[in-house]
């Protein structure tokens, strides 16, 4: 990857019994994102979360008993291609209600881009 590379970052409350019905969707999706040009789409779902005092994963995005954490990024080769993308990937019909069922609670994304500093 150059050092242009560009990510998008995710953590998603979804409720535990939704596990196969998520994981049907972020597939839908990661097909769309990648036909837009990302590189990469990866789905981790939480299974060594733990509460904190002060900030944490759950506290971030008010996990609810019934909910497990999901952390997932999308990899794009730079900052312009990911602009691009997903202003596509939001025009792509694939991505539409009718077509996308959302089995999460939205208002609790939590969501952002960053510039990849450094690969270990």
Avoid at 76 to 97: L, Q
Avoid at 106 to 115: A, D, E, H, W
């Amino acid at each position: 990857m150059s050092e242009t590379t560009y990510i998008d970052g995710f953590v998603i409350p979804v409720r535990k019994t939704d596990k196969d019905a998520y994981l049907a969707m972020a597939k839908k999706a990661a097909e769309v994102w990648r036909d837009h040009g990302a590189l990469e789409v990866i789905e981790c779902w939480g299974d060594d979360v733990p509460d904190g005092k002060v900030t944490s994963f759950p506290m971030a995005v008010k996990l609810q008993p019934d909910e497990v954490v999901v952390f997932s990024w999308v990899t794009w080769p730079s900052r312009a291609a990911r602009d691009a993308g997903n202003e596509k990937v939001m025009a792509d019909p694939r991505m539409s209600p009718e077509n996308m069922e959302m089995v999460f609670d939205g208002k609790r994304l939590i969501f952002g881009g960053f510039t990849l500093l450094n690969r270990g």
